[in-house]
């Protein structure tokens, strides 16, 4: 097995021991790390505001696939965290806005924290 590390200045820099997402040969698939709501360019959160860190952290993901070679319609399994599960709701809206049809497995888990403050991560699998 070979791997091979994406990265994408267009997308925060890694906070921690991990890659934006890595590329296994073979049929390609590419496992892309959690992305939350920082704007590339100062690596802070975009706002205090939940919406706009969901929008952003889609954003920051959708960028890391891009420099995969890939496109939304590769996704095959997203994983969203959330600090509040009440925000449910606002969450699954902001993704069917973004993520096209048929939509893709996925996960949702509860968290007590997330880095920096963050209130939404989302982390992706794709297969190119």
Known sequence: ???????TDAAPAAVGPYSQAVAVT??????LSGQIGLEPG???LVSENFDAQVRQAFANMQAVIT????TLDNVVKLTLFLTDLGKFTAANSIMAEIIPQPFP???TIG???LPKGA????????VL
């Open 119 to 126: 209130q939404f991560e989302v982390e992706a699998i794709l």
């Open 42 to 44: 100062t690596g802070d």
């Open 26 to 31: 073979g049929i390609k698939t590419v496992y």
């Open 105 to 107: 497995a996925r996960s």
């Open 1 to 7: 097995m070979s791997k091979q590390i994406i990265h």
């Open 111 to 113: 968290v007590a924290s």
């Open 67 to 70: 420099e995969a070679g890939g």
